[in-house]
């Protein structure tokens, strides 16, 4: 298995995992990153609520699933366990996450290239069919969500 394959069979299993244990605190698992970091392997939990992240959320989130991952085990290898906010210019990663910030400035970056670019500024306007809704300055553009490479809000 590749590297990358790895790496991402980790991530799908943390989340798999991780989702109902964080979702029971009133918590939504954002993201699941597994990355090389400066001091090793990081397993970067991005978590966020209504209201926003505090540190206490943050801390509850890093014991419970860091009990869970003692136990189960999916992670080989050290690692470090970091639990954080998505910050102001949160990732957007499921049709639900354009269909909730509708209406939101965001920035969406593609595979390969659609209407001769990569890279999209503008507003949300929902999902159709598979599809992320953006008007930009040069109008509406439907990107197909496999095509999605990374999106985030781009409220700064």
Request: aromatic share 4%; net charge negative; glycine share 10%.
């Amino acid at each position: 298995m590749a590297i990358l394959e790895k790496d991402k069979h980790i991530t799908e299993e943390v989340k798999k995992l991780a989702q109902p244990m964080v979702k029971a605190l009133g918590i939504e698992l954002v993201d699941v990153e597994y990355v090389r970091g400066p001091s090793g392997m990081v397993l970067r939990l991005t978590i966020d609520k209504n209201g926003g992240v505090s540190l206490d959320d943050c801390v509850e989130v890093s014991h419970v699933v860091g009990d869970m991952l003692d136990v189960h085990d999916p992670v080989p290898g050290a690692y470090n366990l970091e639990v954080s906010s998505p910050g102001i210019n949160r990732p957007l990663k499921t049709a639900e996450d354009f269909d909730r910030f509708s209406g939101e400035k965001a920035y969406v970056e593609t595979l390969s290239p659609l209407d001769n670019r990569r890279r999209f500024r503008g507003v949300l306007r929902g999902g159709k069919g598979g599809n992320v809704i953006m008007e930009c300055h040069d109008g509406l553009h439907e990107i197909p969500m496999e095509q999605i490479k990374k999106a985030r809000l781009d409220i700064l």
